[in-house]
């Protein structure tokens, strides 16, 4: 048996909420977490002022039903199987997405929000590390910084960049090793710029802490 590669042009979609005018003062980058589609994912967001975010939800190209019935679907952004390939691909698929999207925003002065969520978050910051984004708050939420990245990955990152780790207290996929670990890590990429926010929940989208990043930036 021989295992062979192709390539080939692939599409994917990507949702974005509200529109980029005079008056947009952040632009939002957010990328979902495993199981989630960024049309529903983008309406955690809708909360924000309307006429000052501007919200870009990129989608992850493997969906899946969720249950037997075949009814509910959902995606995924990467997994073990030929994994620096589908880095190569999401990166690629980002890229594309994010061109387009700059290409709206012009020489416009927005500050640059990048949020991932659950499995978003190893998606980000695998993509902020490989292509040197920057951006003027990062907020990882409820997820898992990647082991490979070091803290010269990051090296670009503005003094100002605001890094923050969110996630809820009651989080089933969090334990106390975990914790542990992820501030560490936290601190090793970001050092003081790194602060850690706990919430009262579960695994979930903490909408109020969204909605106060954006007042924060006013």
Known sequence: MEENSITYTHTNTYTTLNDVTSQTKNVWIALH??????????????ALDTTENYIIAPQAPSK????????????????RENIETEKENLFAYL?????????????QEVRFIFMGYSQGVSILTRWMAHRALSCD???????????????????FLPQSTTVTYLYGDEDEYITEARKTEQQLKGSAL?????????????????????????????
Do not use: C
């Open 33 to 46: 977490g495993m199981g989630y589609l960024s049309k529903y994912f983008i309406k955690y967001f809708k």
């Open 95 to 107: 890229d594309a997405m994010w061109s387009k999207e700059l290409e709206k925003i012009g020489n």
């Open 64 to 79: 899946y039903y969720q249950d037997k019935r075949f009814k509910y679907i959902g995606a995924s952004w990467l997994t």
């Open 190 to 218: 970001f050092g003081e710029r790194l602060n850690v926010q706990v919430f009262k929940g579960k695994h979930e989208v903490h909408v109020p802490f969204i909605n106060e990043i954006s007042t924060q930036l006013m």
């Open 137 to 155: 708050y990062l907020l990882l939420h409820s997820g898992a910084i990647p082991q490979e990245l070091e803290a010269t990955d990051f090296n």
